[in-house]
């Protein structure tokens, strides 16, 4: 059985409107499935039904099975604690508009304080069924008036409760209740479990628990959309000064290539870091220089990297908040043991992207990135170097197939992968997702490079691994959509960076 954390599923809710399932529509769906699963059980027809309710959308489904129940003939009152005013969203205002005008059959009481709610305690004994539409995965600490009020007297009344998506006053995520908590006869919870109802604490408010189809399609949860954005993006906080918001070392160039770091570090600072650091060689450290003055470069001995770079990066990495190692930095077998060195000494401090050249070091020594947190992004032939596993074609939705074996070498390897193609797969062994943006224009080079960027952005700000991959794979992606709109296929990855911070303002994020 699943259980999701309450951001999962706001992230699902998101990514279903972003495949054209509206919130209104899946109000309606839960609304019908409370009013389905209280009529299974219940005669409903001539029976007072009490639906006590609050301003969000718990309170919008409470509205719809008010309406709904109606109509199957029960005596229906709906006992708002609140001014309508203060109904928060536009779809639980169309619910109660709906309401309003079933003045025949809903009776609709304002309480929107504990004295007009004491004056109406005698609507908990006399009905025959309660509903809990007040609060449900946005519960933080102790209930207060009138709501604790009404948990009370739903409590006190001996009726039977059911109680939408969550028992008010019961936290999702930890199962815990700080004051009072409606105990429910039966809990009609959405689309999933809630993490929070594992917990044995939370058995005895739960009651009976009925999972009920919304109509949210498995693609929400399959693939990337803006909901996975916004469950890793931080929002500054206005007396933030410099280095909070992030810093980002990108260990990578050398002799050979000089703008793939530059891309990487550009990618970061786009998606919102303070500082974006690349440690290079000092023979091309200006030439990344050149690129932007945006970009600080730390400058080591040689060409290419090598023992007495890794001990002075290693020195450092306390300043950071999460590494790349990989862009740009070239093969040689020398390059690839110094790489070795780097990425074990990397990933037991900092979370770490492993791209590009840094991927052939991790070669015959997976167990370095084991149980670490650690995004490999590597493309077919990166991936069949790394596991000795050639991957079948995409062509023909074979982008499926690719799905358990990714899975597979993510499990092995113990840690999260991201298949870079056209449909990316991402995995850490155990969650899948699947990024459906980009273009085929984003085969010119440098769009890897932009991809880890935006990665090590989240992973500056805290997001795990496995939620910060499928966030940049999706902004990557966009960002690429983007581009092509404008120039067709003539892109450049420095294009996709130009784009990175419009893609953010496009999903509604600052």
């Known amino acids: 059985m699943k259980y999701l954390s309450t951001s999962e599923i706001r992230a699902i809710d998101e990514n279903a409107e972003y495949l054209g399932v509206s919130r209104r529509l899946l109000m309606e769906n839960a609304g019908r499935a409370v009013a389905d699963t209280i009529s299974k059980r219940v005669d409903v027809k001539g029976k007072k039904v009490l639906i006590v309710s609050y301003v969000g959308n718990k309170g919008g489904d409470g509205f719809v099975a008010a309406r709904h129940l109606a109509c199957r003939g029960a005596d229906v009152t709906v006992l708002l604690l609140a001014k309508p005013e203060a109904i928060a969203t536009d779809e639980a205002k169309s619910s109660f508009n709906a309401i309003t005008n079933m003045e025949f059959s809903v009776k609709i009481i304002q309480a929107a304080d504990v004295e007009s709610l004491k ?42 409760v059911f109680s939408i998506d ?24 959405h689309h999933c479990l809630k993490k929070g109802f594992e917990k044995p604490i939370a058995k005895e408010y739960l009651g009976e628990v ?9 693609e929400a949860e399959l693939f990337a959309g803006p909901g996975d954005v916004r469950s890793v993006y931080r929002v500054r906080s206005p007396y933030s000064h ?27 600072l786009r998606s919102g870091v303070d500082l974006a650091i690349v440690a290079a060689p000092s023979a091309v450290a200006n030439t990344i220089r050149s690129f932007s003055p945006d970009i600080i470069v730390h400058p080591y001995e040689g060409d290419v990297l090598n023992d007495r770079a890794v001990e002075e990066i290693v020195k450092e990495l306390d300043r950071f ?14 390059v ?56 079948p074609r995409e062509e023909n939705q074979g982008w499926k197939d690719r799905i358990p074996i990714v ?56 997001a795990e691994p496995f939620k910060a991959a499928v966030a940049g794979a999706f902004v990557n992606g966009l960002a690429g959509e983007l581009v092509e709109s404008e120039v067709g296929h003539h892109m450049l990855a420095s294009d996709v960076v130009d784009k990175i911070p419009l893609i953010f303002k496009k999903l509604g994020l600052p």
């Open 119 to 160: 004056a109406h305690e005698n609507l908990f004994s006399e009905a025959d069924v309660i509903v809990d539409a007040m609060l449900g995965t946005g519960v933080k600490g102790v209930l207060k008036p009138p709501i604790s009020t009404a948990v009370e007297l739903i409590n006190k009344s001996g009726k039977q």
């Open 166 to 189: 969550v028992p008010t006053g019961l936290n999702p995520d930890t199962g815990e209740v700080h004051g009072v908590a409606v105990k429910a006869s039966v809990t009609v919870t």
């Open 210 to 218: 009925e999972v009920s189809d919304i109509g949210i399609p498995p």
């Open 242 to 268: 410099k280095g909070e918001n992030g810093v980002v070392l990108v260990g990578g160039g050398s002799k050979w290539y000089t703008g793939a770091p530059a891309h990487a570090a550009l990618a970061a």
């Open 321 to 334: 908040n999460s590494v790349i190692v990989g862009p740009g930095l070239g093969y040689t077998p020398e």
């Open 336 to 391: 690839a043991e110094a790489s070795l060195k780097l990425i074990e000494e990397v990933v037991r401090k900092k979370p770490c992207v492993i791209d590009a050249d840094a991927l052939k070091a991790l070669r015959g020594n997976p167990s370095v990135v084991r149980e670490r947190a650690v995004i490999l992004t590597p493309h077919a032939g990166e991936f069949f170097m790394l596991t000795g596993q050639k991957l």
């Open 407 to 462: 899975r597979e070498w993510a499990f092995k390897l113990g840690c999260t992968m991201l298949l870079k193609s056209h449909y990316d797969v991402i995995s850490d062994g155990e969650r899948i997702k699947v990024n459906r943006t980009g273009t085929p224009a984003m085969t010119v080079g440098g769009t890897g490079d932009t991809l880890t960027g935006i990665i090590a952005a989240f992973l500056a700000w805290g």
